[in-house]
Nanobody, 124 residues
Framework: QVQLVESGGGLVQAGGSLRLSCAAS????????MGWFRQAAGKEREFVAA????????RYADSVKGRFTISRDNAKNTVYLQMNSLKPEDTAVYYC?????????????????WGQGTQVTVSS
C-alpha cells in the first residue's frame, strides 16, 4: 500500500502563490508518474499536471500552463506543485495521485493511489 499526504493549501489573494507538497509512504514509487488533480465545488475532478518518474517529462492542463510547475524529489518520495499567479477559478481541493505506469496520463483512471486532498482558496 501507498499513502499520499498533501500539504500546503490555504487561502491566498489573486495573483499570489502557493506550493503544494505530496509525501508518499509505504511502498516505493517504482517507475511511476505522479499527478495533481483538482475538484471545485459542484464540478467534476480535472487534471492539473503530471510528471514522469525521472522528472524530465511533464504535462499540464491548458488552464495552468505557464503558471504552475510540477516537480518531484524521489529521494524524499515527494512531489510538488508550485502555483503562481493564482486566480479565483483555481479554487478547489487539490489531490495528488500515484500513476500505474511511467506515463503522464491525464485520466484519473490511470492513477492507482490518491491523497486526501488539500483545499486551495483564491480570493478576488
Amino acid at each position: 500500500q501507498v499513502q499520499l499526504v498533501e500539504s500546503g493549501g490555504g487561502l491566498v489573494q489573486a495573483g499570489g502563490s502557493l506550493r503544494l507538497s505530496c509525501a508518499a509512504s509505504g511502498r516505493t514509487f517504482g517507475n511511476r508518474a505522479m499527478g495533481w488533480f483538482r475538484q471545485a465545488a459542484g464540478k467534476e475532478r480535472e487534471f492539473v499536471a503530471a510528471v514522469s518518474w525521472s522528472g524530465v517529462n511533464t504535462r499540464y492542463a491548458d488552464s495552468v500552463k505557464g503558471r504552475f510547475t510540477i516537480s518531484r524529489d524521489n529521494a524524499k518520495n515527494t512531489v510538488y506543485l508550485q502555483m503562481n499567479s493564482l486566480k479565483p477559478e483555481d479554487t478547489a481541493v487539490y489531490y495528488c495521485a500515484l500513476g500505474g505506469s511511467i506515463y503522464t496520463h491525464i485520466q484519473g483512471d490511470e492513477y492507482d493511489y490518491w491523497g486526501q486532498g488539500t483545499q486551495v482558496t483564491v480570493s478576488s
